[in-house]
């Protein structure tokens, strides 16, 4: 191994970066001062501690240090020097992570030898030094090695033996074993995840290689360890064995879970996809005894050991069908995982602990989705896996306080298997399967709904300790999402055992309900109020799991027909019923007895459920017949009509009308009497809002009274909901549903409501608002009623889809409305709430979607729109922009988002084009002026750091300096050469944002300047001439800029080069000089080999293209600028 250590110092003595370049002093040594001041900054980074002697510094500042480590590749043998000399582990880390930083972005700058070097000494430094490392220091250092290892793959056949190497470290010390095994897990993981700023093309390229050459015996590594671990073949103490346990455990895990195929798997999701194993790992994953290797070290293990195996055990059972030469094969592999699977469930092995239950309810959910039913049922034992598999859920679901985020898996098993029951003969395989799987389904149900039912008393007597699960939402809709196949199954005996439970809770329901009156739940005596309690729990359950059933009704036609609507009939009816009872005693009290909040969540899932399933069938149930030739034909209604028909005849509430007005009647209920419950007004208007966006369902809801008494009383007295401060989105919401609905065909003939009548509170609101002095506007009693005005107008605005409907709002508000915008936004600037809501009513009413603001030819409205714009952002931005920040609190809050509102709103006026902006200065109006002024004050006066930090923020600021760059540019060019230039820093900045929004706004602008330039230079124009001033004060404008953008597109990210792109030929042919000496500054950078080369690849860039900036010339060039880049990142050097 010593031979393995040579100085990286002098490998890199020929490379032209090891020299400072700003001083002579060389750097390729490090004394023990320096070293020492080092440790100590890494000291004050990690523990938060100032330093033992020297300066007191922060954390950032140490960071910020330590930072230029990692600047330039002439730092390596300082890295190098702190990893032979220091003793703190500090220091290690630190100057691993640079070396890993710096070799990953200058690795054209070292030849292959060095690189070999490279990796060579730390490989060596590991051997020498690993078992005495902190593991922290130890990751960093084999993330090192693999990264060489990957940018190195093709270059020498040395980076290919890695795993070769490591081997060695395996035949070692137990504690070099460890050490092999953590490097060959980040070897895996490093070859198999994509690295930043190398394309995807390489990644597979080097990925395929590593899955071809290496990962097979990486694999066969990992089992052999466990193996040795099993047999007792390595002498070691408990922590060790424990520690290569893991480590070998995890190793088979990764390889299994490679991307052997390219699908870039999402690991976000739990479940396994089919594992695409290459056919010559066949015998090894065939081999009986490695799954019987897993499942012993599963069974002899603890966590996390035992559930990693258990992990390992999944990924095998979802190995490619075609990896088996024939059936025969597969059978008998399937067979050894049942037999395995009904081993560990008779003998409950490992399963008291809560990560292997989990992975263990995994891999029976798992089983079903990668084998046919088919072939499962031919399987010896069959009968007696599916009779423990059963016990195993029921058993599961009885203790549902400890299993609760692993049932669905269980389900998600249970759903697999009677969904594949049609396409299996019921005599293939074991004899009376069918009918063991229905038994053992309806047992699964019904102990299902007895313990969830049951649940409610125990969370509730267990005060507190106990959490609900109607509370753990994510995990109640999972279960939800798998309970209608299960329970379709074997409907009518579901259905008969629901039905069993529901009635007479209903029953004791009403009776308690008949006792209590019209007093709440809470001023009950205690033990009524908690019988109330548990009842209320026990039917949300039942509520939810009738609106999981109904919603998995299906209209396909193999199973439409065959009477399941009339099962559905009989649990909606109950639940219903059971809403019609919660809204009468509601309404009764006047909103004082209310049911539990969680039953309310319960019937508005429900609801939504039936809402998809039922209601999208009303336009054809009601035309049954047509006229032809004056004489009436009755048609004949088709199958779903009958479906449907027969549903409501079952239901026996009435028609289809009836039910709708029953459900909206709720929602209208829900808005009056549940104001602070947020979460409820929230889903209630979701329900509402999916109700009025379906074709047939939006029909109906015009016939509906409740909804027709929705529209004439929208109001806060009404609907105390609006006047709550945390809802006041939601007014946005309801206002919005209300006139889609009355703007849709026929909509104010049949709510009786015109749009002039709707808006009239609304209206009323505005004059009397209107009619305040300065004084009052701005007192406290008017705020609620300014937030809501505007709320509301913006729901009305956002409905608002063509050029009539947005011209009655237009000519309502203008001109006596229109004052009272700016009056707001002069008094109320400091007050966010406010602000918001008027600022994002403006922004909406000057937004031209599908060019609704659209007026005639001789109307002045357009210009009259853009004027009550400019007077509500200059008095707003002046305002702001004179106010003192805020010393706490959130900023963007309290004034960043308002003038992110603000510039929004000019960047939709500008560019709405309903405008003809030359008037304003033909006929001195100075609105455009003034508008242009203020916002240019407000984008230049946030710090540009705070503008980058906020997204929405700077999409606003660098959408503004696009659009004046682009329509005004002669504006723009008239301004002081400071601003100007504070303009084109701004955009220099935004051009090497990471987000590509961003930086393509950005480049847009550069290529409105560079077009404008080009086009008109030399002409004798007051903008030129402004703009020669400019660059007279700046010449080196448009150099900085090339170099930028070239910079960008050969070693920037790649999310960045289409946007770049396109200014650089407008670019070029506004100032060819610029374009020339970037060419020559980065032909001086490399080497004479390189140069030659790149010198043909600029030739082959500008080879064949026009000097003009013609769409097809555009396109030519930006295709070679993209072979440019590909062929040029090959051999560049930094």
């Known amino acids: ?536 729990g026990q039917l949300t ?22 009477g399941e609507e009339t099962l559905d009939a009989s649990l909606s009816k109950r639940v219903l019923q059971l809403a019609q009872g919660m809204d009468f005693r509601l309404t009764n009290s006047n909103g004082v007895g209310k049911a539990d909040v969680k039953l309310e969540m319960a019937m508005l899932y429900y609801f939504q459920n039936f809402r998809r399933v039922y209601m999208f069938m009303w336009e054809s149930s009601n035309s049954d017949s047509m006229s032809m030739g004056g004489m009436k034909l009755e048609s004949v209604p088709s199958t779903k009509q009958k479906v449907y028909q027969n549903m409501f005849e079952n239901m026996g509430l009435g028609n289809h009308t009836v039910v709708a007005n029953l459900i909206v009647t709720k929602i209208g209920k829900n808005l009056k009497f549940w104001p602070d419950e947020h979460e409820i007004v929230s889903k209630t208007l979701d329900l509402l809002t999916d109700m009025a966006g379906g074709y047939s369902s939006s029909k109906l809801l015009l016939t509906l009274d409740t909804v027709k008494y929705l529209a004439s009383h929208h109001t806060h007295e009404e609907f105390p909901f609006l006047n709550v401060l945390s809802n006041a989105r939601k007014r946005t919401t309801f206002h919005a549903i209300l006139v889609r609905l009355l703007l849709s065909p026929n909509g104010q003939e049949k709510l009786g409501v015109t749009f002039d009548q709707f808006m009239e509170p609304i209206i009323e609101t505005m004059s009397q608002l209107g009619a305040l002095d300065a004084t009052q506007l701005r007192s406290e009693a008017a705020r609620m009623p300014l937030i809501g005005v505007f709320r509301d107008l913006r729901g009305v605005t956002m409905s608002l889809h063509n050029r009539r409907s947005y011209g009655m709002l237009f000519d309502m508000l203008e001109p006596r409305h229109m004052p009272l915008l700016s009056r707001v936004a002069d008094s109320w600037f400091d007050q966010p709430d406010v602000m918001i809501s008027l600022l994002r009513f403006v922004q909406e009413f000057c937004h031209n979607k599908a060019n609704r603001v659209n007026f005639d030819q001789s109307s002045p409205n357009g210009i009259l729109l853009f004027r009550a714009t400019s007077d509500v952002v200059c008095a707003f931005g002046r305002r702001a922009l004179n106010a003192t920040a805020p010393t706490s609190g959130d900023i963007y809050k309290s004034k960043y988002k308002g003038m992110s509102l603000a510039l929004s709103i000019i960047n939709s006026a500008l560019g709405g084009n309903y405008v003809c902006f030359g008037v304003f200065a033909l006929y001195n109006d100075p609105a455009l002026e003034n508008a242009l002024d203020i916002s240019l004050k407000m984008a230049l006066g946030i710090p540009l750091e705070h503008v980058v930090a906020y997204p929405k923020l700077s999409s606003s600021v660098f959408g503004f300096i696009e659009i004046i760059f682009r329509n005004h540019i002669k504006t723009t060019l008239a301004l002081d050469t400071s601003v100007f230039m504070q303009l084109m820093n701004a955009v220099h900045e935004g051009l090497q944002s990471s987000d590509a929004q961003i930086s393509s706004m950005c480049a847009n602008s550069i290529d409105h300047l560079a077009t404008f330039y080009y086009e008109n230079s030399g002409k004798d124009k007051p903008e030129v ?110």
């Not at 893991?246 to 999402?266: K, Y």
């Not at 670019?1067 to 980065?1082: I, P, Q, R, V």
Request: negative net charge; charged residues 20%; proline residues 4%.
């Open 1 to 536: 191994q010593q031979k393995v250590i040579t100085p990286i110092t002098a490998s890199l003595a020929s490379n032209p970066l090891v020299r400072r370049t700003d001083s002579n002093q060389d750097i390729t040594t490090m004394d023990d001062t320096q070293l020492a001041q080092v440790e100590s900054l890494c000291e004050t980074l990690y523990t938060g501690l100032p330093s033992s002697g020297g300066e007191k510094i922060s954390r950032e500042e140490a960071q910020s240090r330590l930072l230029s480590l990692q600047s330039s590749a002439s730092f390596i043998p300082q890295c190098q020097y702190i990893l032979d000399r220091s003793q703190s582990q500090y220091a290690l880390l630190v100057a691993s992570n640079s070396l890993t930083e710096l070799i990953s972005s200058h690795w054209n700058n070292f030849t292959i030898a060095q690189r070999i070097d490279i990796r060579n000494y730390v490989l060596g430094y590991l051997a020498n030094n690993g078992p005495t490392l902190q593991d922290f220091v130890t990751l960093s250092l084999i993330k090192l090695v693999c990264r060489i290892t990957k940018l190195g793959w093709f270059d020498d056949s040395t980076h290919r033996e890695l795993t070769d190497d490591v081997t060695k470290f395996l035949q070692a010390t137990v504690d070099h074993c460890i050490l092999g095994l953590k490097i060959l897990n980040q070897l895996v993981d490093e070859l198999n995840i994509p690295t930043t700023g190398r394309t995807l093309t390489q990644h597979r390229k080097t990925s395929v290689s590593f899955r071809d050459l290496c990962l097979f015996k990486v694999f066969q590594l990992g089992l052999t360890t466990l193996k040795q671990l099993q047999t007792r073949a390595i002498t070691a103490d408990h922590r060790q064995e424990v520690i290569l346990g893991e480590q070998a455990l995890s190793l088979t895990v990764r390889c299994l879970n490679f991307d052997f195929i390219g699908t870039n798997p999402d690991e976000s999701t739990e479940d396994v996809g089919t594992i695409q194993a290459p056919t010559n790992w066949r015998p090894v994953l065939q081999d009986p005894g490695t799954t019987e290797l897993l499942l012993d070290f599963y069974a002899n293990t603890e966590p996390p050991r035992s559930n990693k195996a258990m992990e390992a055990v999944i990924l095998i059972c979802s190995v490619r069908r075609s990896l088996f030469p024939s059936d025969k094969e597969r059978e008998a592999f399937l067979g050894r995982i049942m037999a395995g699977i009904r081993e560990l469930l008779k003998n409950q092995t490992g399963l008291q602990h809560q990560d292997n239950y989990h992975q263990f309810c995994r891999l029976l959910g798992r089983l079903k989705a990668n084998y046919q039913l088919s072939e499962l049922v031919k399987t010896e034992g069959y009968l007696d896996w599916l009779d423990l598999a059963a016990s195993f859920t029921t058993q599961s679901i009885r203790n549902w306080q400890y299993s609760t985020n692993s049932i669905h898996y269980l389900l998600a098993l249970w759903g697999r298997l009677v969904a594949a029951v049609p396409y299996v003969r019921p005599d293939s395989g074991a004899k009376g399967h069918v009918q063991a799987l229905e038994n053992h389904v309806l047992n699964v149900i019904e102990c299902y709904v007895e313990s969830m039912l049951g649940s409610v008393e125990t969370v509730l007597r267990s005060d507190g300790a106990l959490e609900d699960p109607l509370e753990d939402d994510g995990s109640l809709m999972e279960q939800m999402d798998r309970l209608p196949p299960i329970c379709r199954f074997q409907y009518n005996s579901v259905a008969t055992i629901i039905l069993a439970k529901f009635d007479p809770l209903m029953e004791k329901y009403r009776e308690l309900m008949s006792h209590l009156m019209t007093s709440s739940t809470e001023s009950a005596p205690p033990n009524v109020a908690q019988q109330v309690n548990i009842l209320e």
């Open 541 to 562: 359950w039942l509520t939810y799991v009738c609106g999981a059933i109904v919603g998995g009704h299906s209209w396909s036609s193999s199973r439409i027909g065959n």
């Open 1025 to 1134: 001439h402004n703009f020669n001033n400019h660059l007279a004060a700046q010449p080196d404008l448009f150099s900085s800029l090339t170099a930028t953008l070239f910079n960008l597109l050969l070693f920037g990210p790649p999310q960045n080069h289409w946007a770049v792109m396109r200014p650089m030929l407008s670019l070029m042919l506004a100032s060819e000089s610029s374009f020339t000496a970037y060419k020559d500054h980065l032909m001086s950078t490399q080497d004479s080999t390189n140069q030659a080369l790149l010198n043909e690849s600029f030739n082959k860039l500008l080879s064949d293209v026009n000097r003009s900036l013609e769409s097809s010339n555009r396109d030519r060039f930006t295709q070679k600028l993209t072979a440019f880049r590909v062929s040029t990142r090959g051999f560049l050097t930094l």
